[in-house]
């Protein structure tokens, strides 16, 4: 009887102790990371085209703090005469309440010459939460207010106040694989604007990687002669660090 309670007691010990164990085997985040991607298409012959996609991604984090920045770019060219241009800035910052909750500013600049707008420009604050945080799979949530400037491309311009949503997704597949997703619109009284990503980045070698990557933009409304929604599909080589 004696060793069978010492038994459960061990046994007691090690059930309660696996969940902090496991969680002090997972690697800290680390305090800088990025990556750049890379993709181009090109056709010679009868016509002459080009297109180029890049994207810059950055994350720095501090014990309070976490910045997360993202570049855009998409071109266009045929015969030496460009098409369509798409440039697109943002910075969001998520202050940490605690490991679930957080407040964060963002702001944001799209040159989208693509949907008829020379420029788009917001700034927001809110609140944001984590609604999963396992390691190989997270999920957040956000909502807040802010303001919008618009001026499309015949030089109309308007500014309105927007209420902004958004999530984002990370799952990790394997240790070569992993799935991104993200949502985010802003809602203002006289335009509606919806971002919806999703890509696959599979490791190829080392810090480089392909991303399979799909995006579609959607306007509520656009000059005439335009289309609502923008979709972009790419292939791209990236390289992480």
């Known amino acids: 009887m004696k060793y069978k309670a010492r038994f459960a007691v061990v046994a007691c010990a090690f059930v309660i102790a696996r969940p902090v164990l496991a969680q002090q085997t997972q690697p800290p985040p680390k305090p800088f990371e990025g990556s750049v991607a890379l993709g181009f298409v090109g056709t010679t012959g009868n016509t002459e085209t080009s297109t180029f996609n890049a994207e810059v991604l950055a994350t720095l984090r501090s014990t309070d703090w976490t910045h997360n920045g993202k570049f855009q770019a998409l071109g266009s060219q045929e015969n030496a005469g460009t098409k369509a241009e798409h440039y697109f800035i943002e910075d969001k910052s998520d202050y940490n309440l605690d490991l679930d909750q957080y407040l964060f500013v963002k702001g944001s600049w799209l040159d989208d010459r693509f949907s008829g707008y020379k420029y788009q420009a917001t700034a927001a604050t809110g609140y944001g939460r984590h609604l999963a945080n396992q390691g190989d799979f997270t999920l957040q949530a956000f909502g807040g207010v802010g303001y919008r400037r618009n001026e499309d ?17 990370e799952w990790k597949l394997s240790d070569s694989a992993k799935l991104v997703q993200d949502f985010t619109t802003d809602i203002g009284g006289g335009l509606t604007s919806s971002v919806f990503e999703l890509g ?39 390289y992480a660090f």
């Not at 491309?153 to 997704?169: H, Y």
């Open 153 to 169: 491309i015949n030089g109309v311009g308007s500014s309105d106040g927007i209420v902004t949503l958004g999530e984002k997704l």
């Open 200 to 238: 696959l980045e599979s490791q190829i070698v080392g810090r480089i990687a392909t991303k399979i990557a799909f995006q579609a933009r959607n306007l509520s409304q656009v000059p005439a002669g335009r289309k609502q929604t923008d979709t972009q599909t790419s292939v791209s080589l990236v």
